[in-house]
């Protein structure tokens, strides 16, 4: 209990510092805020899903960091689930697309657009032409349950950092990590949502 316990404050601590990034008025000074990278705020009533795709190739797993705010970036829900790795690094990232789309959808989370450092994937998707057959399956799954392709944006790897910490923690807690719920700044207004 006490190991979940340890998961539950370094994951707060990870989404306080997202939350910092996100502030523009948090009266830091430019020297101090010039290495951030604003995070963009998804359009009004949408809500912004960003993604990883981590391999851990000791224990053989992929850890996947599903991180979904809403129009006002807080954050909502976020869940990292984790399954045996048989995949590139490529096909770990493409593979966390589909799994937020059922997740934003079994969550009530709708209409959404997604972030992911995945610069090749996007382009992928934007394209259409892949050169994984592993990866052409998944772009079609993928397309399906997105209203278009231009809901997956490219974004640097330090505004997905949330996601990326996450996923690697995933690794040491071989569940679903649930932050859902909490009255606080970081989950809004704390409702309770698609546990």
């Known amino acids: 209990m006490t190991e979940i ?33 604003e995070l963009s705020r998804p359009w009004d009533g949408t809500f912004k899903v960003n993604s990883d795709g981590t391999i851990c190739i000791q224990k053989n797993l992929i ?7 809403d ?19 490529k096909v770990a990232e493409a593979l966390a697309l589909p799994q937020e789309c059922h997740f934003a959808r079994d969550c009530g989370l ?6 992911t450092d995945a610069l090749s994937v996007v382009d992928i998707i934007k394209l259409g032409q892949p050169h994984d057959v592993v990866i052409s399956l998944m772009v079609g799954d993928i397309l399906a349950l997105l209203d278009s392709e231009d809901n997956v944006l490219f974004v640097h790897c330090q505004a997905n950092k949330v996601a990326h910490g996450l996923a690697k923690i995933g690794f040491e807690y071989i569940s679903r990590l ?3 719920g909490f009255d606080s700044l970081l989950c809004g207004d704390g409702a309770s949502r698609g546990k």
């Open 5 to 37: 316990v340890c998961a539950m404050f370094w994951a707060c601590n990870f989404l306080n510092e997202f939350q910092a990034t996100n502030l523009k008025s948090s009266g830091l000074s430019n020297a101090m805020t010039s290495g951030m990278v």
């Open 178 to 180: 649930f932050l859902d």
């Open 110 to 115: 709708y209409p959404y657009m997604f972030e």
């Open 63 to 69: 850890s996947l960091e599903i991180v979904i705010c």
């Open 71 to 89: 129009s006002k970036r807080n954050v909502t829900v976020s869940n990292a689930p984790v399954m045996v790795n048989c995949f590139s690094s």
